[in-house]
């Protein structure tokens, strides 16, 4: 099953709720909100606050990508602002398995990011236990970077491993993915895309419903009804 993830940090923040709207009403269930602390990543972005608000008048589904240093620190304070998926960096958590466990135990679907220099092998032990693993395609801090293309093989492979474990963990992918570089994502194998750029900035509307054509014919061509 295929989602667009829109991420908010490429929305005009003075507009957020009339943006959110018509994220909505193009047909997306998901969206993307990137917290920053200045210290894993270079920027500071948004926090408890934005969530709890978006959370009160929508109910699409919130994908959390905390792109903080210790996470563990915040999960009950996130899953409690209504935080559907909450989504932890490996580079940033000394106990992984114990902050996906209690992500769980918050009551929130658990993922795990790598970054784009970050070996899949730091999944090997955690993988039966995460709802998604997003693979930074940019090294994350910042909104509008560019695809960084070692990164094809890397989603390929997280693909056929998860297959071929039978496992259901959806792969996110998050960075420089526009009209140029959603065919390359998706015929990688990838199945939660992440957009902000390239449906924020100019006709939401119509960048959704593009996506979501791409997203048909993709389903189509698995034999799938979309
Ligand atoms: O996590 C991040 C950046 O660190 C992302 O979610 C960006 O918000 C994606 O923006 P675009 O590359 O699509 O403009
Ligand atoms: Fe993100």
Redesign the pocket.
Known sequence: MYQLSP?I?GADFYNLEKQIMQVEKAGCKWL?V?VMDGMFVPSISMGMPVISSVREHTSLFLDV?L?IEKPERYIKEFAKSGADMITVHTEACTHLDRTLTLIHECGAKAGVALNPATSLDTLEYVLDKVDMV?LMTVN?GFGGQRYIPSCTSKIRRLREKINSLGYQADIEV??GINFDTINTVLDAGANVI?AGSAVFHGDITDHIHKFQEQFAQYNRKAGKKS
């Open positions: 991420s940090l993307h990137d990508h792109m997003l994350p998050d960075g992440v």
